[in-house]
């Protein structure tokens, strides 16, 4: 009998040398271990031969196989917990029936399987209905225990060893793509196809710890700072692995930091369902993975910065650039603004000047529409209030300023800068996002280096235009100057169809000036040129001609139009004065029908007021009708 035992021990050690070193090459462990029950089966002319194995994920014995005579569907369980069969074992490597499980009452015999002390399997036997099995001595089921673990185990390792090839191969392939690319997007989508390569059954997630915009389509998270994520924070800030075991929900989650030599980047998450503990190996090559991948993505932000800081330098270069080379200012703040909206995806853009005499902002032009509007003195007010006090720039994220309508835009993301020249405020820039925390700080700083760069090239236009503003304007009227009123009629003679022009005189001034005398003449010339001012169109120049004399150009106007306006005048001079005083118009005309100049409309308008004085005064004499009388 024990040389029969023997024999069949020798017999099946030569089937399983045939499995493992035959020409099909290495098989997969599930074929070797149906392979080995068939051959079992066969050899102990057993009814029924059943296998579990140990799963290192799981941590339990997981159903692998059965060699049943006949085609009926096993019933067995698919799991086996570990602890179960840990109580059973001990030094015992063989159960005859009654067996100690209740999972097994239809079998025979349990053989257990081990590789150094360690239980790694069992087998379930039935015998067949000649009962030869039962007649067998123990010898013969610790010769098959033996043989059995033995090829299972080089199966399997066999296995791990081209799985673990397959995963470093792949690994090597993505390393090689990782370094070649800057592209951020696509070193965290070679991640995400990796992990889906090695392990399609889990689930992942990128939780980053900086702006993630644009990376559409892959499961990225942001690097949340609350309670619920403390072992992501521990491998975040650590940059060490990171575990989350529940036995209840049966999972296990791995936090490992996607680190390079400069810091940690975020953490990789993931999740494996229906799993107790990450097996060793795995845990290394996902760490493996990351580490890579955290090389890879600190060279791509190191680049995409580099890349960002010289479009910057261009930025503040062509706008300083720009800004220097006399510019208008609504074409100065019409630039800045769209270099904003392009540069940080502004939604809107405003630029401020400060009167500290009045205490507002007045609103410069070429800043967007909204800033317009009487929607926007909520933010300005607010901004300026804060400007004034703290002198410093506003960063905000998330602004929750009280609207009185609901169905106004509401900005949250705010960043705003103060115009400081030579220490003092100027004005402020606001740029806004109906987004929360839009805009990031490096937009933050970039704006600020923008604004200061710019501050002296505004304040420059600013001056420019109020001594331009100085030298076409009179000082005591507040009028235009004659040369400006000149120069318009004569580019509108170049440019229009026609035009009209009406010259005024005070009359009687000499008596009012030795009557009251010359600071209430001075007084009289103002009321007049505010009537005039009052009573013309933006498109219309109002001017000082000399003295008491005063003029009003009209581009694009008929002859009737311009009696009309010098008769409206005369009778608003004469009711609203005090004290009081009329004028005398001579009103001139021209149009391209026929051949004429600046030099003969004024001579014309002239004489129609030379005739006015002369017939009574205070009334309105046209070139054409130089006796008509208001």
Same mark, same amino acid.
């Given at each position: 009998?024990?040389?029969?035992?023997?024999?069949?021990?020798?017999?099946?050690?030569?089937?399983?040398?045939?499995?493992?070193?035959?020409?099909?090459?290495?098989?997969?462990?599930?074929? /070797?271990?149906?392979?080995?029950?068939?051959?079992?089966?066969?050899?102990?002319?057993?009814?029924?031969?059943?296998?579990?194995?140990? *799963?290192?994920?799981?941590?339990?014995?997981?159903?692998?196989?059965?060699?049943?005579?006949?085609?009926?569907?096993?019933?067995?369980?698919?799991?086996?917990?570990?602890?179960?069969?840990?109580?059973?074992?001990?030094?015992?490597?063989?159960?005859?029936?009654?067996?100690?499980?209740?999972?097994?009452?239809?079998? !025979?015999?349990?053989?257990?399987?081990?590789?150094?002390?360690?239980?790694?399997?069992?087998?379930?036997?039935?015998?067949?209905?000649?009962?030869?099995?039962?007649?067998?001595?123990?010898?013969?089921?610790?010769?098959?225990?033996?043989?059995?673990?033995?090829?299972?185990?080089?199966?399997?390792?066999?296995?791990?060893?081209?799985?673990?090839?397959?995963?470093?191969?792949?690994?090597?392939?993505?390393?090689?793509?990782?370094?070649?690319?800057?592209?951020?997007?696509?070193?965290?989508? +070679?991640? =995400?196809?990796?992990?889906?390569?090695?392990?399609?059954?889990? #689930?992942?997630?990128?939780?980053?710890?900086?702006? &993630?915009?644009?990376?559409?389509?892959?499961?990225?998270?942001?690097?949340?700072?609350?309670? +619920?994520?403390?072992?992501?924070?521990?491998?975040?800030?650590?940059?060490?692995?990171?575990?989350?075991?529940?036995? $209840?929900?049966?999972?296990?989650?791995?936090?490992?930091?996607?680190?390079?030599?400069?810091?940690?980047?975020?953490?990789?998450?993931?999740?494996?369902?229906?799993?107790?503990?990450?097996?060793?190996?795995?845990?290394?090559?996902?760490?493996?993975?990351? !580490?890579?991948? @955290?090389?890879?993505?600190? &060279?791509?932000?190191?680049?995409?910065?580099?890349?960002?800081?010289?479009?910057?330098?261009?930025?503040?270069?062509?706008? #300083?650039?720009?800004?220097?080379?006399?510019?208008?200012?609504?074409?100065?703040?019409?630039?800045?603004?769209?270099?904003?909206?392009?540069?940080?995806?502004?939604?809107?853009?405003?630029?401020?000047?400060?009167?500290? *005499?009045?205490?507002?902002?007045?609103?410069?032009?070429?800043?967007?529409?909204?800033?317009?509007?009487?929607?926007?003195?909520?933010?300005?007010?607010?901004?300026? @209030?804060?400007?004034?006090?703290? =002198?410093?720039?506003?960063?905000?994220?998330?602004?929750?300023?009280?609207?009185?309508?609901?169905?106004?835009?509401?900005?949250?993301?705010?960043?705003?800068?103060?115009?400081?020249?030579?220490?003092?405020?100027?004005?402020?820039?606001?740029?806004?996002?109906?987004?929360?925390?839009?805009?990031?700080?490096?937009?933050?700083?970039?704006?600020?280096?923008?604004?200061?760069?710019?501050?002296?090239?505004?304040?420059?236009?600013?001056?420019?235009?109020?001594?331009?503003?100085?030298?076409?304007?009179?000082?005591?009227?507040?009028?235009?100057?004659?040369?400006?009123? !000149?120069?318009?009629?004569?580019?509108?003679?170049? *440019?229009?169809?026609?035009?009209?022009?009406?010259?005024?005189?005070?009359?009687?001034?000499?008596?009012?000036?030795?009557?009251? %005398?010359? $600071?209430?003449?001075?007084?009289? =010339?103002? $009321?007049? /040129?505010?009537?005039?001012?009052?009573?013309?169109?933006?498109?219309?120049?109002? /001017?000082?001609?000399?003295?008491?004399?005063?003029?009003?150009?009209?581009?694009?106007?008929?002859?009737?139009?311009?009696?009309?306006?010098?008769?409206?005048?005369?009778?608003?001079?004469?009711? #609203?004065?005090?004290?009081?005083?009329?004028?005398?118009? %001579?009103?001139?005309?021209?149009?391209?029908?026929?051949? *004429?100049?600046?030099?003969?409309?004024?001579?014309?308008?002239?004489? /129609?007021?030379?005739?006015?004085?002369?017939? @009574?005064?205070?009334?309105?004499?046209?070139?054409? !009708?130089?006796?008509?009388?208001?």
């Amino acid at each position: 009998m024990e040389l029969l035992e023997s024999d069949l021990v020798l017999q099946l050690k030569s089937c399983f040398f045939d499995m493992i070193g035959g020409e099909s090459g290495i098989i997969p462990f599930e074929t /070797a271990a149906y392979e080995m029950l068939l051959t079992v089966k066969r050899l102990l002319h057993s009814e029924e031969v059943t296998l579990y194995w140990y *799963d290192e994920w799981k941590q339990q014995f997981r159903y692998e196989g059965s060699a049943v005579d006949g085609s009926n569907a096993s019933t067995d369980p698919s799991f086996i917990p570990y602890e179960l069969m840990e109580t059973i074992t001990g030094n015992c490597n063989v159960y005859r029936k009654p067996l100690p499980i209740d999972y097994f009452d239809r079998f !025979d015999f349990l053989v257990m399987l081990k590789a150094n002390g360690k239980l790694i399997g069992f087998m379930a036997l039935k015998e067949n209905r000649d009962k030869s099995l039962g007649q067998m001595g123990n010898g013969i089921f610790t010769g098959l225990a033996k043989e059995c673990s033995l090829f299972l185990e080089k199966a399997r390792n066999l296995e791990k060893v081209i799985m673990e090839e397959k995963k470093y191969k792949r690994l090597f392939k993505v390393t090689e793509k990782f370094h070649s690319t800057m592209d951020m997007d696509a070193v965290l989508g +070679e991640i =995400i196809m990796t992990l889906q390569d090695v392990y399609p059954a889990f #689930s992942y997630y990128l939780l980053l710890s900086q702006d &993630n915009h644009n990376h559409s389509g892959l499961p990225i998270k942001d690097l949340e700072y609350d309670s +619920e994520n403390i072992a992501a924070m521990q491998a975040y800030v650590t940059g060490t692995i990171q575990f989350e075991d529940s036995l $209840q929900e049966r999972r296990s989650i791995l936090y490992a930091p996607l680190k390079g030599k400069q810091g940690v980047y975020g953490v990789l998450q993931v999740i494996a369902p229906n799993t107790l503990m990450f097996p060793k190996n795995e845990v290394e090559f996902i760490t493996l993975l990351a !580490d890579t991948a @955290g090389s890879a993505l600190e &060279n791509a932000q190191l680049y995409q910065h580099s890349k960002r800081l010289i479009s910057d330098l261009q930025l503040i270069n062509e706008t #300083s650039h720009r800004l220097n080379s006399n510019l208008r200012l609504n074409e100065t703040i019409n630039y800045m603004c769209e270099q904003i909206i392009n540069s940080f995806n502004a939604q809107e853009v405003g630029f401020f000047m400060l009167s500290h *005499d009045q205490g507002e902002a007045q609103v410069l032009p070429g800043s967007t529409e909204f800033f317009l509007t009487q929607d926007a003195e909520i933010y300005i007010n607010y901004i300026m @209030g804060k400007i004034e006090k703290e =002198i410093d720039s506003l960063f905000i994220g998330d602004l929750q300023l009280q609207t009185s309508s609901p169905n106004k835009k509401v900005f949250r993301s705010v960043i705003a800068v103060p115009m400081v020249q030579s220490d003092t405020l100027k004005g402020f820039a606001i740029i806004v996002q109906e987004e929360p925390y839009y805009f990031s700080f490096e937009t933050f700083k970039l704006l600020q280096s923008l604004i200061h760069h710019s501050t002296l090239a505004f304040t420059n236009s600013i001056l420019h235009e109020e001594l331009e503003k100085m030298i076409i304007t009179d000082h005591l009227t507040k009028l235009h100057s004659r040369n400006y009123l !000149d120069e318009r009629i004569q580019r509108s003679m170049l *440019d229009d169809e026609q035009g009209a022009f009406i010259l005024i005189d005070i009359d009687d001034f000499k008596i009012i000036n030795d009557t009251y %005398g010359h $600071q209430l003449g001075d007084e009289v =010339i103002i $009321q007049v /040129a505010n009537l005039i001012k009052g009573n013309i169109r933006g498109s219309d120049i109002g /001017a000082r001609w000399g003295g008491e004399e005063l003029a009003i150009y009209l581009p694009k106007v008929t002859l009737s139009a311009g009696v009309a306006i010098a008769d409206r005048l005369v009778e608003r001079v004469a009711e #609203s004065t005090d004290p009081n005083v009329t004028i005398s118009c %001579g009103v001139s005309y021209w149009n391209r029908d026929r051949l *004429d100049s600046f030099k003969f409309l004024f001579k014309r308008a002239d004489e /129609a007021l030379y005739y006015a004085k002369n017939s @009574g005064k205070n009334k309105v004499i046209t070139q054409e !009708d130089k006796t008509r009388i208001s």
